[in-house]
């Protein structure tokens, strides 16, 4: 039950009849009477229960975007309902405007649409729908909570999105220029077509030429089919902040822009992420639906406060295929955890796959490591630097086991790992 | 996913409980309301109506079953008008109470030559003030004995006991005051000769030796009805009623007081403000709980190490590890390899830069840092020369 703003005012008028009969009975029987009407109202409120209340599912979305989520309410009962309506849900789902105004004749039915936009990555549940019921009088209410089941995923940001379009124009680059010119090593036979002035008098493919009275040339295409498999730690190191956003999260940016391009490219993608234990994996997943299934499995991923068990994750790795084109591991380059825990089990992975390490990199850290303005600054340099200098030696022990690093900031982080990826792939190297 | 429907949440009992809780909340309101604006003889201390442990109502019972003709007044009118009714010999008995204050003393000693007898038990100083009989208390004491009576009267024998009170009274300067009961501070009764009567007045300290707790103990029901039942008529004046009378303006509403009706009206706000609290404090629905990850700051490890270097104020060091990366960058800057030593590099910095070698010497092995000024100059002299590298 719960008291209206009316009640408040018929409360406030009980002011003037003091002042009309200033006795201390008045304030008495003003206030015994307030109360009973209130009492009256309430029971004479109809009951919430006669609502049933059905939830349509909602789409996934990526953070930051909005979509909605429907509520069918329907009045079961004969007498109308007037009141309140709230569809709660986590404050991360961003449901800004969730309290509706109900007017339900008895058997109508009506579809409240809540707005969300959640800004956290996973899956946010509603909690509880309330409905208050108003009193004939309006100066009492009937409240009651119903259990509805709702959720909306929210898939990573994916903000790297915006060099999509050029890493594409890009790819379609390499595979023009590698079907006009390049015959290089790891390159695929395509077809065959007339020959064109400017071709490579080299690629004329004479046995063709023989059966048919133009000459022809054959055209290459970069490999295709290719393997690839990300790595995502979700362990401690990944629960770090740079600027505002977690490495965990700058990763997932990277992963996903180098899965799109790399499906756009015709190369497998698998997922693996982890840190004592396996926390997701994509396998066999196909071209059209990869970025929506690694960016699904993402979405359930928040770091942990664990070392990260690379021997577990090799072993997970190891399952996805014995072989693999490419190794993307997103790992913080952090020395002491690296040199204990990963140096061991890369030794073994680099002599089967090409590995490439992705690390984001903290801007802050050499912003301290140059500002040298006074003494609390030149000892925070010497530590930067000393940071600095720990991160440059375990990139080198790293590249000395054949692994290339990239140590870039968060918002650089996607397009070098998606112009490495190419590169390899203009080079035939894959 | 499929659609998904609501069930109501379990609870009938809890919302029955709320109803309760509502219901109850409203009767201590309005409960409340009445008890403050009708005062209620059955809550007045030693009142003869009051049957609780400190109301008198055994007594009152008891003098009537005698014959004697008990009226209770709890107004200053109605002690007006209760003396104009008397015929005979009669007693009044002014018992203290929260409300006995300076006019119902007053009230009192306007009408006590009317009576033959005339008590008073257990008033204040405000009220003993007032009844002019130059009478004062004592300041509260712990008494924990019973008194013993220690004078000799018509009325008391020498051996009689009451229970112990809460505080003594002391006689003025009023010489024919005769104490009895006598504690530390003064006296548990004292008698007042009477000039235009052959009988005293008489004045008990403490309102226990009427009260229905305590009437039992010692010798104080003896005394409490020697002391009222001395008369056919008595007259009870308990003050406590309210003293609202159209006829005679009471003087606490004066000129310059608060009217009356301010009390009413900030009552009554004060209900509108628990009304809106009600309102505005009844949540639509339950707070949700945001499940939350850890975060850290990933820069918070070496800002913590800059923090203890600081306090260890290891300079050497220090300088040492900036002069260390320096040379670092300077060697890629200038494509030498990492084992280059000493010389060949300060003689590669010489051509790059155009500083004398004795000044790049210093710089980079040489110095000193005695003290923190040096160090930070060091340190952007190190970052000075860094730059002159990146752009010769």
Redesign the interface.
């Known amino acids: 039950?719960?008291?209206?703003?009316h009640?408040?005012l018929l409360?406030?008028l009980?002011?003037g009849?003091?002042?009309w009969r200033?006795?201390?009975?008045?304030?008495?029987a003003?206030?015994?009477g307030?109360?009973l009407a209130?009492?009256l109202d309430?029971v004479l409120a109809p009951s919430?229960?006669q609502?049933?209340?059905?939830?349509?599912?909602?789409d996934p979305v990526r953070i930051d975007q909005d979509t909605t989520t429907v509520l069918q309410v329907t009045n079961n009962g004969r007498r109308r309902l007037r009141g309140?309506l709230?569809d709660?849900?986590?404050?991360?789902a961003g449901a800004t405007r969730n309290?509706h105004r109900l007017a339900l004749a008895g058997g109508d039915s009506v579809s409240l649409v809540t707005p969300l936009r959640p800004t956290r990555r996973g899956d946010r549940t509603a909690?509880?729908?309330?409905v208050?019921s108003l009193g004939p009088l309006g100066l009492a209410a009937?409240?009651?909570?119903?259990?509805?089941?709702?959720?909306v995923r929210a898939l990573p940001a994916f903000p790297s999105r915006k060099h999509l379009p050029g890493m594409l124009a890009k790819l379609q680059q390499i595979e023009g220029r590698a079907a006009v010119r390049t015959r290089g090593q790891g390159t695929e036979f395509d077809s065959l077509r007339d020959y064109v002035e400017g071709d490579d008098v080299r690629s004329i493919d004479w046995r063709a030429t023989a059966r048919r009275r133009t000459v022809v040339v054959r055209t290459w295409r970069p490999e295709r089919d290719r393997r690839i498999l990300l790595v995502l730690d979700t362990s401690r190191l990944s629960?770090?902040?740079?600027g505002d956003v977690?490495?965990l999260d700058s990763a997932m940016d990277a992963a996903l822009l180098l899965t799109a391009i790399a499906a756009k490219a015709g190369d497998h993608i698998g997922f693996v992420a982890g840190d004592r234990t396996v926390r997701a994996t994509v396998a066999k997943a196909s071209r059209t639906d990869v970025l929506a299934r690694v960016s699904a499995a993402m979405s359930q991923l928040?770091?942990t406060?664990v070392e990260a068990n690379w021997r577990e994750l090799a072993a997970a790795i190891t399952a996805q295929g014995r072989k693999q084109s490419l190794l993307v591991l997103l790992t913080?380059l952090e020395p002491a955890a690296v040199s204990e825990t990963l140096l061991p089990v890369l030794a073994n992975l680099a002599a089967r796959h090409r590995i490439v390490i992705a690390s984001v990199a903290?801007p802050?850290?050499s912003a301290?490591?140059?500002a040298?303005?006074?003494?609390?600054a030149?000892?925070?340099?010497?530590?930067?630097?000393?940071?600095?200098?720990a991160r440059r030696r375990t990139a080198n022990a790293l590249r000395q086991l054949g692994v290339a690093v990239l140590d870039e900031p968060a918002d650089a982080l996607p397009v070098a790992l998606a112009d490495y990826y190419l590169a390899l792939k203009s080079r035939g190297q894959l | 996913m499929s659609v998904t429907t609501a069930t109501a949440t379990p609870g009938v009992a809890r919302s029955l409980r709320g109803l309760v809780v509502w219901l109850g909340l409203a009767a201590v309101l309005v409960g409340l309301s009445i008890a403050v604006l009708w005062p209620n003889e059955a809550d007045i201390t030693s009142d003869p109506q009051n049957g609780g442990a400190t109301g008198a109502r055994a007594v009152a019972q008891v003098l009537r079953q005698q014959g004697v003709t008990v009226t209770v007044v709890h107004t200053r009118a109605g002690l007006a008008a209760a003396t104009a009714k008397v015929v005979g010999d009669a007693t009044v008995v002014m018992t203290g109470s929260e409300f006995a204050d300076y006019e119902a003393g007053q009230a009192l000693h306007d009408v006590h030559q009317r009576y033959r007898h005339v008590v008073l038990i257990g008033l204040s100083a405000d009220a003993l003030e007032g009844t002019r009989f130059g009478v004062y208390p004592s300041s509260p004491v712990t008494q924990k004995q019973a008194l013993v009576a220690a004078c000799q009267t018509k009325l008391i024998g020498q051996t009689l006991r009451i229970s112990n009170v809460s505080r003594f009274l002391v006689p003025g300067i009023n010489g024919n005051a005769q104490g009895c009961f006598p504690g530390n501070q003064g006296y548990g009764l004292i008698v007042l000769p009477r000039a235009e009567s052959p009988e005293e007045i008489a004045l008990l300290a403490g309102g226990g030796i009427i009260q229905n707790g305590s009437i039992t103990e010692n010798d104080n029901a003896t005394l409490a009805l020697r002391l009222l039942g001395r008369d056919p008529s008595l007259v009870w004046y308990s003050p406590g009623g309210s003293e609202a009378d159209p006829s005679s303006p009471t003087p606490s509403e004066g000129p310059g007081l608060v009217p009356g009706w301010v009390s009413q009206v900030a009552l009554m706000l004060g209900v509108v403000v628990v009304g809106a609290m009600l309102w505005r404090g009844r949540r639509l629905g339950r707070l949700v709980i945001e499940p939350l990850p850890v975060v850290i700051k990933a820069i918070e490890t070496t800002q913590s190490r800059a923090r203890m270097y600081h306090r260890t104020a290891d300079r050497a060091r220090t300088l040492a590890i900036l002069r260390m990366a320096t040379r670092r960058r300077v060697l890629d800057r200038l494509a030498l390899p990492s084992g280059t030593d000493q010389f060949e590099l300060t003689a590669a910095l010489v051509r790059a830069t155009g500083r004398p070698p004795a000044q790049i010497d210093w710089l980079l092995f040489a110095a000193l840092t005695p003290d923190d000024p040096t160090l930070v100059t060091l340190a952007n002299e190190l970052v000075a020369l860094e730059q002159e590298v990146r752009r010769p």
């Open positions: 039950m719960s008291i209206t703003g009640t408040v409360l406030a009980g002011v009849a003091v002042l200033p006795d201390g009975t008045t304030v008495g003003w206030t015994l307030v109360v209130v009492i309430a919430p229960r609502l049933s209340i059905l939830r349509k599912p909602t309140v709230r709660a849900w986590l404050p991360s309290r909690d509880r729908i309330t208050r009937r409240q009651k909570g119903f259990d509805c089941p709702g959720t629960a770090g902040r740079v977690p490495r928040d770091p406060l913080p903290d802050e850290l301290m490591a140059d040298r303005d006074d003494i609390v030149v000892y925070s340099a010497a530590a930067a630097e000393v940071a600095l200098d």
